[in-house]
């Protein structure tokens, strides 16, 4: 059985993604996280579209928000959100209108989850699949230990973004901090800004056609590719040194 | 016959004591390889243990129950602190966390068939869950580990209890390791990694540090599985007093507590034998910290490394445990190290009983490896059959000492009913010294 590709549909295009005019609104002054989350995760795919839009209000950082939903719903958070927004979502397209807490987006598998304002740290981690944009910056370890999620940051990303990321793309258009990729598998990382430094295993690699054309097609996924020249960014990857482990490498780490 | 010899005597060769002939050749085997020993199991050095302590049984002042006629019950439940669907399980032994990867599919699938016939659960490990253990495990936790391979919330919903793996017992504050010859073509795709790396995974989780973190983690997981789910949290043995306050001011249902005793598919020899304390040292601080908060028998305590009898299980019950994992017996129960491949176990350089290089993919039981030869030697069906006469054996001897103690069940032991033989183990249980009423440092 072959359980590489559990995401089970690539990303939604923005561009077609065309929402319910009908957004029931939620209330989480008045509604339970429990509440909305059973209510998110009771839905299937043959929910009929008009359904299928949700408007959050009065998030105020509250954690685990539209986590594990298993449908294409459009669920659009109008605030701040704090930890794990959209956890293990598939499917489904979140945009959080506002900040994301630690871990917006961790371990999911399809869909998209949109971020207006900035992401706290682990953005992204342990992602199977899906994208993930953030239009502000993302924090440290974006991308963290990513098993095939895509990543489009907008502005910078922190320290460590990417690190053991295993597979899948992670597309910074600012700057990266200290420690980019540090132990990286077969994740592809592409910056348009400086790298502050690089982490274990971690080297620019050559921007070859393929690349651009790659990293254009994602680009447009998310709605981006006419913004941004892809020549303007340099591509990451790992040197493999390290796959096996040996003693004259010790001092990488 | 030389001069000296005549005048006094043979004199024999004198071995030091600290260059002792591991010492030594462990220090001959790092300078030729230039890597350091790795190798599965849990700690090989004598530690205070069970064997340390003794029942006192019925006597004059306590009547005991009759071996094969009065009841004992050895059920118990398992996360009714905050899950809508507690576990319950026939016998207070379960299986402990071992991954496919580390072992075969064809030993995830027997310890899935043991457990069941025996009423117990089985747990994944470091490498996701298969659709063979699923299917053969009547109750199967799901280990969450930092590296999250595999991790979906499809399986997620599929378990039956989650297990948050902070640390285990072999290697507190170590992450896993699986060398590339065991990455195998099935590994490396559940795993999303390339075949033959050696794959060496986080320490930390990647996505919360520290116990306030840790906390919304658990939060979200409750979220995910609708609050049905027990919430395990698993450590390795250190500083079990704090680290369970931690656990349950985070929300876990159970606390799972592994000694240096138990065992690892793959870890630096100088990290199994020299951090983490042994199990035996760990279970009163583990249980007095529950006691402190009021949520002793509350929030469960299941404790492992090196459990080996119903000896062992009723002396981790009568201490505080709600119950006991077993690895290591597991395997052995299943087959691992037996002497049936001793030419083979010899051709690896070791003898059945010994045989600790699970991370090479080599087990001549077919156990510990993806070889498709060797793990055809395991069947199923018959490795299944002798876990769980295993696992019924010991919770009968369990039962048989726990009627000698006059209880009619195994979770009414208590402290009172044992003694420590060495003043080591009487500090470390808070129990009293064997004849004596004196209990160490208190």
Known sequence: MNQVNIAERSPRDLREFRPSNFKREIDLLTTSLRELNEMLQGLRNDTARDEASFRVTNPDGAHALAVGIDAPLDVEIAGHVGYYCGGMNKWARIVIDGNAGPGVGENMMSGLIHVRGDASQCAGATAHGGLLLIDGNASARCGISMKGVDIVVKGDIGHLSGFMGQTGRLVAFGDAGEALGDSLYEARIYVRGKVESFGADCIEKELRDEHRAELFALLRQAGEAHRVDVSEFRRYGSARKLYNFHIDNTGAY | MDAM??????????????????????????????????????????VPHFDDLLFLGASMSRYPLEGYRERCDTSVVLGARFAKKPIELAIPVTIAGMSFGALSAQAKEALGRGAGLAGTSTTTGDGGMTPEE?????????????????????????????????????????????LGQKISDRVAQMRSLPMGIDQRSACRHPDWTGADDLEIKIL?????????????????????????????????????????????????????????????AAIRSAVQSLQDLG?????????????????????????????????????????????????????????????DDWHEGRDPAGITTQDPVLTARLDPVLAGRRLANYLKVITLEAQTIARACGKSRLHNLEPEDLVALTVEAAAMTRLPLAGTSWIPGL
Not at chain 2, 142 to 147: C, G, N, V
Not at chain 2, 253 to 274: R, S
Not at chain 2, 339 to 353: F, N
């Open chain 2, 5 to 46: 010899e005549k005048a006094w005597g043979y004199i024999p060769p004198r071995p030091s004591a600290t260059f002792d002939k591991h010492a030594i050749a462990e220090i001959r085997r790092a300078a030729a390889t230039g890597i350091y020993d790795i190798r599965g199991g849990g700690t090989k050095r004598k």
């Open chain 2, 134 to 178: 699923r299917g053969q495990s009547r109750t199967l936790v799901y280990q969450y580990l930092p590296s999250r391979y595999g991790m979906n919330p499809d399986d997620l919903r599929k378990a039956d209890a989650i297990e948050i793996v902070v640390g285990q017992g072999a290697k507190p504050g170590g992450g896993g390791m699986l």
């Open chain 2, 220 to 280: 979200e997981l409750r979220e995910l599985t609708g609050w049905e789910k027990p919430i395990y949290l698993k450590i390795g043995a250190s500083r079990p007093y704090y680290d369970v306050a931690l656990a349950v001011k985070a929300g876990a249902d159970v606390v799972v507590l592994d000694g240096m005793q138990g065992g690892t598919a793959a870890t630096q020899d100088v990290f199994i034998e020299h951090v983490g304390i042994p199990i035996l």
């Open chain 2, 295 to 355: 949520q002793h028998r509350k929030v469960q305590l299941i404790v492992s490394g090196g459990i080996r009898s119903g000896a062992d299980v009723a002396k981790a019950l009568a201490l505080g445990a709600d119950a006991v994992a077993v690895g290591t017996a597991a395997l052995i129960a299943l087959g691992d190290n037996d002497p049936k491949y001793e030419t083979e176990y010899q051709a690896l350089g070791t003898t059945a009983g010994c045989y």
